[in-house]
């Protein structure tokens, strides 16, 4: 039997449509109103064979945080493209990468021993 499972996202913007808010709940993967300072979603257009995509930030999300936001993302996206693919070599450099990313915005990586 299928199963239906639903992740909710609501955002609160300010008078310039500026997220003051992001809270987020997941039943399946025990989240239950959230709050989260960004998100990036991405989806697969099966028809476009396109990818479609929402960046979202709050007003009190600072660069710093941005920047391990984006690094820590980067490595997750890794993860799951070899899951995905089983392609090693590949995910390697992007690892890789993400360890430079990490030197070049000052912030520790965990596979820079930082």
């Known amino acids: 039997m299928d199963k239906t499972s639903q992740i909710n996202i609501e955002v ?7 997220p003051k808010q992001i809270i987020w ?3 399946d993967g ?5 709050e989260a300072k960004a998100i990036i979603l ?3 257009d099966k028809k476009e064979e396109n990818a479609m995509r929402i960046d979202l930030w709050n007003d009190q999300m600072t660069v710093d945080e941005m920047k391990k936001f ?3 993302t980067l490595l997750t996206m890794a993860d799951s493209f070899e899951r995905a693919t089983g392609e090693k070599n590949i995910t390697e450099d992007l690892r890789d ?3 430079h990313f990490a030197d070049k915005m ?5 596979f820079s021993g930082n």
């Open 12 to 18: 609160t913007t300010n008078e310039n449509n500026v």
């Open 25 to 27: 709940s997941a039943e």
């Open 30 to 34: 025990g989240v239950d109103n959230a």
């Open 42 to 44: 991405a989806l697969w």
């Open 70 to 72: 984006f690094h820590q």
């Open 97 to 99: 990468y993400c360890i």
């Open 106 to 110: 000052g912030i520790s990586s965990p």
